[in-house]
């Protein structure tokens, strides 16, 4: 017998316009199964399952393999899960516009170049393929995307604080007209977007990361028409820039993710100005400890993260690591916690996270969602131990 809000799986192809073959395929693959299967055999699916049904045929339309869709969908259509999802999808079209474009404009030189000297550019021919081999470069962009996205909305939806860490970090920066400005490891520019109208006209603001999908999301936040901004792709460890470059170097949550600190800690001396301040936060041992708590009571496996990073840059050692470079550091506080009241985004947070849950916590889904919700209660306190380090550069300028 049907369950009210179920749909057979006739009923559910026939409302995504789907056959029902297809159903059944992502059914045997592991791709989207039903949530309800009756003593009979006949399967039932729910609206949760067309959300997800949604996020499956937008990533098959944009050229993705089965086994990548399988690793960047989860079946949960809460709100928080759904706009995320759709903000991210959304990037996601974009980027792959950007693509086609300039797929579409190495085509047409390559064409241009065989018609006028009857010969093939071999190096427009391997820019080209190069172009339409992507999709496993936009499925890291989308799943990194995806994972910062996750961690900073659950610190701006429950913060305690009520003025946030961006808004925050800006004002510790304390700029000035006519200074230069270089932010390493920029992600998707959010330090600036709501801030911009504080910014003095002849500022300059170079953003800068590894990534260039990151560095896209960063023009689409601040916009290509504003010309106190320029961007660049380039790694922290060979800044290029000349030596006293720059007024303020800012670093935010970056450093304990590069390979070499103190060459990356070197590189920005070099391009800081002798009375420049170089920004970087990071946090200390204590920082959201009750989340790994929570996981490991459900699963003694899970580790959130491979490695401790506050172990390679931390509040505990990270004036030790800077000293060599800089002659004045001190540490600021950034005062705050979270009260989070609902499960979603805070499971949001956990599957986000670099360590190894995504091992075991897919799998027994919906039994994790049931033993976050049954732990928070009304709310679930997380404590917050982070801050920035403003180092002076004073001294002369190191020569590497």
């Known amino acids: 017998m049907k369950k009210p809000g179920y749909y057979s799986s006739g009923e559910f192809a026939r409302m995504a316009h789907v056959t029902l073959r297809t159903i059944r395929y992502y059914d045997k693959h592991d791709i989207l199964k039903p949530t309800w299967v009756s003593e009979s055999g006949a399967r039932f699916y729910t609206d949760e399952d067309f959300a997800r049904l949604q996020q499956i045929l937008l990533l098959k339309y944009l050229g993705f393999s089965l086994e990548d869709i399988r690793e960047m969908t989860i079946g949960d259509s809460n709100y928080h899960f759904m706009l995320n999802s759709l903000n991210l999808q959304l990037k996601l079209v974009q980027d792959r516009i950007e693509q086609m474009q300039l797929v579409e404009k190495a085509i047409r030189n390559t064409a241009r170049a065989i018609q006028t000297d009857h010969t093939v550019d071999w190096s427009q021919m391997l820019d080209l393929i190069h172009l339409t081999g992507m ?109 006293e470059t720059f007024d303020r170097v800012i670093a935010n949550h970056v450093l304990f993710y590069c390979d070499d600190i103190p060459k990356v800690c070197q590189e920005v001396r070099r391009v800081l100005k002798n009375d420049g301040l170089f920004i970087c936060s990071t946090y200390g041992k204590n920082h959201m400890a009750e989340i790994t708590r929570l996981v490991q009571a459900f699963d003694e496996r899970i580790v959130l993260s491979a490695e401790k990073l506050y172990d390679r840059f931390g509040r505990e050692n990270g004036a030790e690591l800077l000293a060599a470079c800089f ?31 995504n091992q075991y916590i897919p799998d027994r889904y919906n039994e994790f969602r049931s033993f976050v919700k049954k732990k928070m209660g009304k709310s679930f306190h997380i404590s917050k131990d982070a801050g920035i380090f403003i180092c002076q550069s004073g001294g002369d300028t190191i020569s590497l």
Not at 328 to 343: A, G, M, R, T
């Open 135 to 243: 999709e496993k470069s936009l499925k890291n962009q989308y799943q990194n995307a995806s994972n910062i996205s996750a961690r900073i909305n659950l610190h701006s939806l429950y913060s305690e604080n009520s003025q946030g860490w961006f808004p925050w970090i800006f004002n510790q920066c304390r700029l000035r007209p006519g200074m230069k400005i270089l932010e390493i490891g920029c992600g998707d520019g959010t330090l600036w977007k709501d801030s911009l109208t504080r910014l003095p006209s002849d500022i300059h603001i170079t953003l800068s990361d590894i990534s260039e999908g990151m560095l896209r999301d960063a023009r689409r936040t601040i916009g290509t028409d504003d010309p106190r901004f320029t961007f660049e792709t380039f790694d922290a460890h060979e800044i290029p820039f000349e030596a």
């Open 327 to 357: 002659s004045d550091i001190h540490w600021e506080s950034y005062d705050d916690s979270l009260n989070v009241p609902d499960p979603e985004p805070l499971i949001s947070y956990v599957l986000s996270c670099h360590g190894n849950q």
